[in-house]
């Protein structure tokens, strides 16, 4: 699970980025609307793979939680409490019990 939230960070900071620069294009000293278009596709298909990440993270807390956690709760803790579970996970008994 550890490697799905850091796949979502990652996959998140990229469309972060992208998306700054479908923004920067849009200015009036740099316009250039083809520019702005293909950085907010690319922004659009990271979107996409973030989406798919959150749903399979939230399947897997899913399962490793026999249904006790259902999957709008596991949506709400990727999104709202990700830090602490990626906190809980890095502790070393967790990190043992979960390997």
């Known amino acids: 699970m550890k490697?799905?939230?850091?796949?979502?960070r990652v996959l998140e900071a990229e469309m972060e980025k992208v998306e700054n620069w479908s923004e920067?294009?849009?200015?009036d000293?740099?316009?250039?609307?083809?520019?702005?278009?293909?950085?907010?596709a690319e922004a659009d298909r990271l979107y996409q793979e973030v989406y798919k990440m959150?749903?399979?993270?939230?399947d897997y807390i899913?399962?490793?939680?026999?249904?006790?956690?259902d999957k709008i709760t596991a949506m709400r803790?990727?999104?709202?409490?990700r830090e602490d579970l990626e906190r809980i996970l890095a502790h070393p008994i967790t990190?043992?019990?979960t390997a």
């Open 29 to 40: 000293e740099y316009l250039d609307i083809d520019k702005s278009d293909r950085y907010q």
């Open 54 to 58: 959150h749903n399979q993270t939230a």
């Open 62 to 69: 899913v399962n490793i939680t026999s249904g006790q956690i």
């Open 24 to 27: 920067y294009w849009l200015q």
């Open 77 to 81: 803790i990727i999104r709202h409490k």
């Open 3 to 8: 490697d799905m939230l850091k796949k979502i």
């Open 95 to 97: 990190t043992a019990i």
